[in-house]
């Protein structure tokens, strides 16, 4: 996606896009280790940093040694494990507070309400932070030009969003059935694990564990495979070297993820939960994607006036009313607004008249 953008807007936005995005991928990548090293606590009450650290050191390895091949054998098996451990799961967790009329009887009203939310990460505003990253997302979108086939991309597609669609009900229903069962939790980091170790027997809540370290691992090899090819094409190939061989951009991606690992598993043991790290990465991918991508695909004439003008003020927008104006608004969502903000400036930019060229010279 960063890499075609340069066909459609030119080389500036292109690279400030790469740089923006992979800032937020190493936020995401820490949140998949804060979540895995958290199970590992729950389990063994080892540290976060050693957590991190051991779920960091084994997708790092794995995934500079076998490339995009091995994650995807990694990711068919990490897929089955992830299936059959929530499908087994999910029922017996449910039956042990009582069905789903006990774990209903215990929501408030709103919960039915489809129009509620509580403010940013809740509702609307959460789909209008993460929805538009799966149309945008670089990771989702390099993987499929490593297809054998149209054939295959259909298919790998097709099943994927499958995958997600049963998957997308498991942790929020294991979710409901903390919040019955365990209701004095306070870390959201630790409630799955919490809640599968506790109200289901040892083997069946050891597979549960099994199926979201998987996730976990699967998505931290998918952020490495963004970090690592953004870092060798689209910066090392397009700006440091262009005339770089397969050999050369091999090695300089599998030190990029290198350092991509170390700085996730630093930046998991700086943050605090989970839902923070992911915010961080949606909202810049958002904000610096959805509008130049949606827009180029709407309007023809478009140029990298009209996409630096949306990146530069909704990243400003975003960060000004993150700091400054959710203390006193807190029910203003930073990322809602910067999307709202560079769709304005990408339109106002629009309706400017471009210069002819040549008419500085004139």
Known sequence: MIFRSEYRY??????????????????LLAGQLIAGAA??????????????????????????????????????????????????????????????????????????????????????TLLALTGPAFIVSPGLIQKSWGASSERAVRRGVLLNAAALMAFAFAPVMLGLVARVAIPGLTDPNTVLPTVLTRQLPPWLGALALSAIFSTEV???????????????????????????????????????????????VVLAVVLQTVIGALTIFYSLLVVTLFVPVVGGLVMRRATSREALAAIAVGIGTLFVVRFVVTPAMPRLDPTLTGLVAGAVAFGLSALVPHRPAGAARA
């Open 218 to 264: 699967d998505t931290c090899d998918a952020i490495l495979f963004m970090i690592s090819t953004s870092a060798s094409k689209d910066i090392y190939k397009r700006y440091l070297r262009p005339s770089a061989t397969d050999g050369q951009l091999l090695r300089v991606a599998r030190v990029s993820a290198l350092i991509g690992g170390a700085a996730g």
């Open 39 to 124: 199970i590992l606590n729950v389990i063994t009450g080892a540290p976060r940093w050693l957590g991190a650290l051991a779920g960091g050191a084994v997708m790092t390895i794995y995934f500079t040694a076998g490339g995009l091949l091995g994650s995807a054998w990694v990711n068919t098996v990490q897929l089955v494990v992830m299936l059959v451990g929530f499908a087994i799961a999910l029922p017996a967790a449910t039956a042990s507070v009582g069905g789903l009329h006990a774990i209903f009887a215990t929501l408030p009203e709103s919960f039915g309400q489809i129009g509620y939310s509580a403010g940013p990460g809740s509702g609307w």
């Open 10 to 27: 030119g080389p500036t936005v292109r690279g400030v896009a790469v740089v923006l995005v992979g800032l937020g991928s190493v936020a």
